[in-house]
């Protein structure tokens, strides 16, 4: 008696592939691990001379390796030189990396290796300081060429993983991605951000008894705001600024463009601009588009 006809396997879906880097301290061992919870392989300070290899079998066993993080950082010598190596190996295969590149504040890394008792890899006698600078540097291309750029000097572990895990995916190869990030400056200037808008000049609605409890997401404080003198002249300008520019970023091959808008404490003014002109631009087609208010998610 014939048994049941063996069913045909599915075929395994398409790689996803994390390319993870930046800045010794900016938290790449938290995220590694938060990629494994994802079940992601986690290849983390593989020799250069493997790179190629690694490629191989990312392209070859979809099954084994169909999720990959890969941590390249300056621990492989020259880290532009391996980055380059290991996404050229993946889309001379077919596979588009997405690449996540962590930062952090100078004091909070100097903080970070104190509390850890950690040496940082570039340090040779001159200081942690000036280890940090001269990574900065190193590393510079990479960060550029980062689809997602995150600043973990204010985020908890759940934070991390909330900003992580909403940009796992969001790979636009033919579009350049924006995020729109609202601010306080009393809270230091984001360091993610390539464009700064200052919105200090509006009247802040801190100081209106029956506004200062809520935030630029209601509609008392939208309203509040947007009635002020310049306000509307402001988003023109902006917008006016954001049509000539972003054409001119794409062409240059620049995959994400952080814009930033700033008031004193990054809870009325900041917010209400930046959800105006993240309607704007996903209006517009300028997509992927993602808003980010810092000051509001510490609160």
């Not at 880097?21 to 990629?35: I, N, P």
Request: glycine share 8%.
């Amino acid at each position: 008696m014939e048994g049941p006809a063996a069913q045909p396997q599915p075929e395994p879906g398409p790689n996803q592939v994390v390319i993870l880097s930046g800045l010794s301290g900016g938290g790449k061992t938290a995220a590694a691990k938060l990629f494994e919870d994802l079940e992601f392989v986690v290849v983390d300070n593989l020799p250069g001379e493997l790179l190629a290899s690694l490629a191989d079998l990312v392209s070859t066993d979809r099954t084994r390796f169909g999720r990959v993080a890969i941590v390249l950082d300056v621990r492989a010598g020259d880290a532009e030189q391996a980055y380059r190596a290991m996404r050229g190996a993946l889309e001379g295969r077919g596979i588009r990396p997405q690449v996540f590149f962590l930062e952090a504040r100078d004091e909070v890394l100097i903080r970070r290796f104190s509390e850890t008792r950690h040496r940082h890899p570039l340090e040779e006698g001159s200081g942690v300081a000036a280890a940090i600078a001269a990574e900065r540097r190193l590393l510079d291309a990479v960060r550029q060429e980062a689809d997602v750029v995150v600043d973990t000097s204010d985020l908890s572990l759940r934070e991390l993983r909330e900003r992580l895990f909403a940009r796992l995916g969001d790979v636009a190869p033919e579009q350049m991605t924006l995020q729109l990030l609202s601010f306080g400056y009393k809270f230091g200037l984001p360091l993610e951000a390539d464009l700064v808008f200052d919105a200090r000049f509006i009247r802040n609605p801190y100081y209106v008894e029956e506004l200062r409890e809520h935030t630029g997401l209601t509609a008392p404080v939208r309203d509040y705001v947007l009635a002020q003198p310049g306000a509307d002249r402001f988003l023109d300008l902006v917008r006016a600024y954001l049509e000539f520019s972003i054409p001119a970023y794409e062409a240059e091959g620049k995959s994400r463009l952080t814009i930033a808008i700033g008031c004193t404490g990054g809870q009325h003014r900041s917010i209400v601009f930046t959800e105006e002109l993240a309607a704007w631009l996903r209006a517009a087609g300028r997509g992927p588009v993602h808003v980010y208010h810092r000051e509001l998610a510490q609160r």
